[in-house]
């Protein structure tokens, strides 16, 4: 899945992307709220992490401006701001959470999957396809004989994506989006080749199927 970071401090900002990297993230980070909007105008992100004490237009200000032009985006807020004041004025502008900082890598990284999970109607971090249980925490794909599937990142990253869309046809393009940062560059045709060996780990548990033109599905073997 794919995060937008908005934090002006490179020490912090490197150590999310860094952290949420290891579980399992893409994250693509900006130093201010003024290049947010074209940053969501050309990539689909799954979740948007924003610092309050931005240069120039603050967290508030972005908050505020994303939900009056109707964006859905799950918002996280991290700041050092721990006052009531400011916890209660950013979720009434339409931020879906508030961590204060500083915080546990992996507390951001539960707070993370459980704002997906709700943005995706998820309500568990377990999902089951098929013959195939798929451990969104413990970033896990088991079949119904209880073995873990040996997944690389891509392919888990693949597999998620696809979970939390599925019966749905979810797009080449955006699979390359779940799965590469901005540094990164990735063919159409690798994305096939991912597929291509994630299908055959999955054997009859579940299946991954190709809709013409459209991208992939993940059904029921």
């Excluded at 969501?40 to 505020?64: C, N, Q, S």
Aim: aromatic share 4%.
């Amino acid at each position: 899945m794919r995060i937008l970071l908005v934090e002006d401090d490179p020490l912090v900002s490197d150590a999310i992307v860094r952290g949420l990297a290891t579980a399992g993230y893409v994250v693509d980070a900006v130093t201010d709220a003024e290049s947010v909007q074209g940053r969501l105008d050309t990539t689909h992100y799954d979740l948007a992490i924003v610092d309050l004490g931005l240069p120039g237009e603050d967290g508030f200000t972005l908050v505020r401006r994303l939900r009056r032009d109707g964006s859905p985006l799950p918002l996280l807020i991290v700041t050092a701001r721990d006052g009531l004041d400011d916890r209660v004025n950013a979720l009434d502008l339409g931020a879906d959470d508030y961590l204060v900082k500083p915080f546990a890598l992996p507390e951001l990284a539960a707070r993370c999957r459980a704002l997906i999970r709700r943005a995706t109607a998820a309500a568990a971090n377990e999902m089951v396809v098929g013959r195939l249980r798929i451990d969104l925490a413990g970033r896990r794909a088991i079949d119904d004989a209880g073995r873990v599937l040996e997944l690389t990142r891509r392919e888990w990253s693949i597999l998620e994506c696809l979970a939390h869309h599925s019966g749905r046809v979810v797009s080449k393009e955006r699979l390359i989006q779940a799965i590469v940062s901005w540094d990164e560059e990735i063919s159409g045709n690798a994305i096939e080749v991912h597929v291509s060996r994630l299908r055959a780990k999955l054997g009859d548990a579940a299946t991954v199927r190709g809709i013409r033109g459209l991208g992939y599905r993940l059904d029921d073997a």
